[in-house]
């Protein structure tokens, strides 16, 4: 299984981004998918996720802000950001948590390869 995460770059405060992210390989289900993010000299942090079933849940400060959607026959999920502000910046990491494929039992975590986000002040 392999995540591609697409959608970064630099942006003025207050625009908007979108990020996408692609899982393909033998995917049976993904039961959560999500997007966290590393800024610099800073822990990696949830920023949302999303299950199969459409729940949703954010960090406090991008609430009213972002919005996570996730089609699950395509097995994408994308992050549309709003109102960006300068303490956005950071890495953003696409995940897919609890995957079960068609040639493996049980299931597995994976993470993409993270595209950077970048808000100017």
């Known amino acids: 299984v392999q995540l591609q995460a697409s959608g970064g770059g630099l942006v003025q405060a ?3 981004l979108r990020l996408s992210c692609a899982a393909s390989g033998s995917i049976f289900r993904i039961d959560v998918m999500g997007w966290y993010r590393r800024a610099p000299g800073k822990q990696r942090e949830l ?5 199969s079933g459409g729940g949703t849940n954010y960090k406090d400060s991008v609430k009213g802000r972002f919005t996570i959607s996730r089609d699950n026959a395509k097995n994408t999920v994308s992050l549309q950001m709003n109102s960006l502000k300068p303490e956005d910046t950071a890495v ?3 995940n ?4 079960m494929t068609w040639d493996t039992r049980g299931s597995s975590d994976y993470w993409g390869q993270g595209t950077q986000v ?3 002040s």
């Open 14 to 16: 207050g625009g908007s």
């Open 47 to 51: 920023v949302a996720t999303i299950t």
């Open 92 to 94: 953003y990491y696409c």
């Open 96 to 99: 897919a948590e609890r995957v």
């Open 118 to 120: 970048t808000v100017s």
